[in-house]
């Protein structure tokens, strides 16, 4: 089973900051199999990123995936009020399908 | 708008079987992967399995002798079954439809707690 890693636990950001946030892979997830999820208080986790560097649709440009092997970032631009969530990724390359334990992004 | 909703009973008793569904509105049931993924409380999401419209399944190890998914194309919906449960399987469960491998529609998710 491949064991995603995501860093930091917490960040602790101001809005119009840049957000990098890490997720580390226990062994290389070939074809950047490899999403982002974004998920608010009590809400249900919305993709962001897949391919590893592919938006979703609807996603704004701020929102940047990249990495292969098994480093990857997903990187938030500037930060708006409603990106203060939890952030969640994935791998899909092997079975099971593992999810990292989140970084919460928090208004500093 | 593809649209997904869970339902079931919320409380479930030690060693029965839960059991949920997923109606799904908005768009086809045929030709795509439905997935179970579920998130107890304060930890990180649990991939359940998956099931395709023809029937196919594919289950987490973790869970495959307790769990069974299945889909009904005839109602747009698509269940969940996990026998023997505990409290360790209290959760929010949530259903989702799989694209190329990643999770594109959610339900809202609904809370499953394990008590007697």
């Known amino acids: 089973e491949v064991v995603l890693t995501q860093s930091p636990g917490t960040l602790s950001l101001s809005p119009g900051e840049r957000a990098t946030l890490s997720c580390r892979a226990s062994q290389s997830i070939s074809s950047r199999f490899l999403a982002w999820y974004q998920q608010n208080p009590g809400q249900a986790p919305r993709l962001l990123i897949y391919g590893a560097s592919s938006r979703a649709t609807g996603i704004p440009d701020r929102f940047s995936g990249s990495g292969s092997g098994t480093d990857f970032t997903l990187t938030i631009s500037r930060l708006e009020p409603e990106d203060f969530a939890v952030y969640y990724c994935q791998q899909y390359d092997s079975s099971p399908r593992t999810f990292g334990q989140g970084t919460k992004v928090e208004i500093k | 708008q593809v649209q997904l909703q869970e339902s079931g009973p919320g409380l479930v008793k030690p060693s029965e079987t839960l059991s949920l569904t997923c109606t799904v509105s908005?768009?086809?049931?045929?030709?795509?992967?439905w997935s179970w993924i579920r998130q107890p409380p304060g930890k990180r999401l649990e991939w359940i399995g998956y099931v395709h419209y023809s029937g196919s399944t594919n289950y987490n190890p973790s869970l495959q002798s307790r769990v069974t998914i299945s889909v009904d194309t005839s109602k747009n919906q698509f269940s969940l079954r996990l026998t023997s449960v505990t409290a360790a399987d209290t959760a929010v469960y949530y259903c989702a439809r799989r694209r190329y491998g990643v999770l594109d529609y959610w339900g809202q998710g609904t809370l499953v707690t394990v008590s007697s």
């Open positions: 908005g768009g086809p049931i045929s030709g795509y992967y």
